[in-house]
């Protein structure tokens, strides 16, 4: 996920006039490839690297949970056009990161961006 972000981050969070056309680029670039490889990698686990959440799930998935489905995200409407193409395995998994972390999840503020 690193890998892809620091590829991303610059083009998403721009200020430029072309800030739209830029991060529907990064966007078909690197998000699209990425969900499919996360899919693939999660084939018949429930987490990344077995049936048991690791550190590598909590940044994945905190990034999908923070970003991608956070309502209070910096452009929360762009995010969720996004996460309605993510197949289905990878919402699967978003779901089981997210119950791993409900109670700081109900709690945080709801104006909260990450």
């Known amino acids: 996920m690193e890998d892809v972000f ?3 981050v610059p083009g998403l ?3 430029a006039e072309d800030r739209d056309a830029k991060r529907n680029e990064l966007t078909e670039k ?3 490839p990425f ?3 996360l899919a693939t990698r999660l084939a018949d686990r429930q987490y990344l ?3 048991t959440l690791t550190v590598y799930d909590m940044s994945v998935g905190g990034i999908l949970i923070n970003l991608f489905t956070n309502p209070s995200a910096k452009d929360a409407e762009y995010w ?3 996460w309605a193409a993510v197949p289905d395995k990878v919402k ?3 779901a089981d990161v997210s ?3 409900k109670d700081y999840l109900e709690k945080r503020p709801k104006n909260c961006t990450l």
Do not use: L, P, R, W
Request: a neutral charge; one cysteine or more.
């Open 35 to 37: 969900f499919d490889k």
């Open 30 to 32: 690197h998000f699209v």
């Open 6 to 8: 620091v590829k991303v």
């Open 99 to 101: 119950a791993e972390f």
């Open 92 to 94: 699967k998994y978003h």
């Open 80 to 82: 969720a056009t996004i």
């Open 13 to 15: 969070f721009s200020t």
């Open 49 to 51: 690297c077995g049936e």
